[in-house]
Nanobody, 124 residues
Framework: QVQVVESGGGLVQPGGSLRLSCAAS????????????MAWYRQVPGKQRELVAA???????NFLDSVKGRFTISRDNAKNTVYLQMNSLKPEDTAVYYC??????????????WGQGTQVTVSS
């Protein structure tokens, strides 16, 4: 019922920047994007998916230690979109980046929805 679609990945040189976008559509029992917890994860082959950044409906944020000071997560509720601004990129940031939406329905049940992923490659 909820679709999550990432965009904005690509190839960038070390020290460069990218902005990833994640747009959500659909709903569960009339759910509203502004109430969702949104997050970005990343994964490389053979390793576990790891949380990169998250933002709550109230605007609280948390980040993976290795990206603090370089990445920023933000949301535009009018556009049903969350962004990940990635600055000072390093080769270790190379991964498939996934958007995740956590929705709490009217009964209090929680659901999670994943995007398809977008590739970020940092290389010279």
């Amino acid at each position: 019922q909820v679709q999550v679609v990432e965009s904005g990945g690509g190839l960038v040189q070390p020290g460069g920047s990218l902005r990833l976008s994640c747009a959500a559509s659909g709903s569960i029992s009339g759910s509203v994007f502004s109430t969702y917890k949104m997050a970005w994860y990343r994964q490389v082959p053979g390793k576990q998916r790891e949380l990169v950044a998250a933002i709550t409906s109230g605007g609280n944020r948390n980040f993976l230690d290795s990206v603090k000071g370089r990445f920023t997560i933000s949301r535009d509720n009018a556009k049903n979109t969350v962004y990940l601004q990635m600055n000072s990129l390093k080769p270790e940031d190379t991964a498939v980046y996934y958007c995740y939406a956590e929705i709490t329905d009217s009964r209090g049940a929680k659901f999670g929805f994943w995007g398809q992923g977008t590739q970020v490659t940092v290389s010279s």
